[in-house]
């Protein structure tokens, strides 16, 4: 009998309310997550479905959490990578990047990231004091997380073709409808970004973007589909979006689904899309 493949989870989040507040987390659909979450209460959830590695992933815009996520980084045999948050537009910027690497567990910062999706003007990314934030991402050899909405991809997809240095990794396929069934135009503006080099993609987030109650995997495969035909499995990771995927399904059903999603795959492939795409473009240890 051939060993259980590894895992990889390219994309979870920890957050401790006696620290900081969620203040994205308002109202009663979202009330589960009003409380913490930490990696003691991710690491047994991670072992049992077998991931040996981890990605944690910014949650604010607040410049703190990133050496707070580091420091946990460092102390943990589970968290290999850290995308965490600095303003883009400051002039300083790269100084930033270099001080975050001397930090405890800076050698663990992977990437950055920006709640963009939260941006009134669909063309933030395109901003000049963006573009040039995000060209000293690049040089300090980091990635990019994109979490964005689907209105988003076009500006997205202008951007990496304009940093062709820089790696973009889209965040829960770009967040596409999955509630009401509908694949266009999501299908084709995620088509265009996959269309340049420098683009990754996560297979995460799918199932709290469909029905939270009744949702199937049947009801995320055309999405899969689409992001593997677009991206293919070398361009493609897994996440589990823990713990945000509580509100729809555990960590191990959320596994169990990429799982089932991907098994038409070979097993180089699959073993891409559950491992081997994050460990590279990570650059993970």
């Not at 203040?23 to 991931?51: K, M, N, Q, S, Y």
């Not at 790696?167 to 509908?182: E, I, M, N, Q, Y």
């Not at 098994?263 to 993970?284: K, Q």
Request: proline share 7%.
């Amino acid at each position: 009998m051939s060993a259980r493949p590894r895992v990889v989870d390219a994309h979870h989040h920890v957050w401790d309310l006696s620290v900081r507040d969620q203040e994205w987390i308002t109202g009663e659909a979202l009330a589960p997550l009003r409380r913490d979450f930490t990696l003691a209460d991710l690491e047994p959830e991670a072992r049992a479905a077998g991931v040996g590695a981890t990605v944690l992933v910014q949650t604010v815009t607040v410049a703190a959490e990133t050496p707070e996520f580091l420091a946990l980084a460092d102390g943990s045999d589970l968290v290999a990578g850290v995308v965490g948050w600095s303003d883009l537009t400051a002039p300083d910027i790269a100084d930033t990047l270099a001080a975050l690497r001397e930090l405890p567990g800076g050698d663990r910062l992977v990437g950055l990231r920006h709640q963009v999706q939260g941006e009134p003007d669909p063309d933030w990314l395109l901003r000049p004091d963006v573009l040039r934030g995000l060209a000293a991402v690049a040089d300090a050899g980091l990635v990019y997380d994109l979490v964005i909405l689907p209105h988003q991809l076009p500006a997205a997809t202008r951007a990496a073709a304009a940093l062709p240095g820089l790696v973009f990794v889209l965040d829960h396929a770009g967040k596409p409808p999955v509630a009401t069934g509908r694949t266009h135009p999501w299908a084709d503006d995620l088509r265009a970004l996959a269309a340049l080099p420098n683009t990754v993609c996560k297979l995460s987030g799918l199932v709290t973007e469909a029905d939270w109650r009744t949702w199937s995997t049947d009801d995320l495969r055309p999405y899969a589909e689409a992001v593997i035909d677009a991206f293919g499995p070398g361009r493609l990771m897994f996440g589990s979006d823990w713990p945000v995927c509580r509100l729809a399904a555990t960590y191990g059903e959320v596994l169990d689904t990429a799982r089932a999603l991907i098994e038409g795959l070979g097993e180089g492939d699959r073993d891409a899309v559950l491992a081997t795409t994050a460990e590279r473009v990570y650059g993970l240890r």
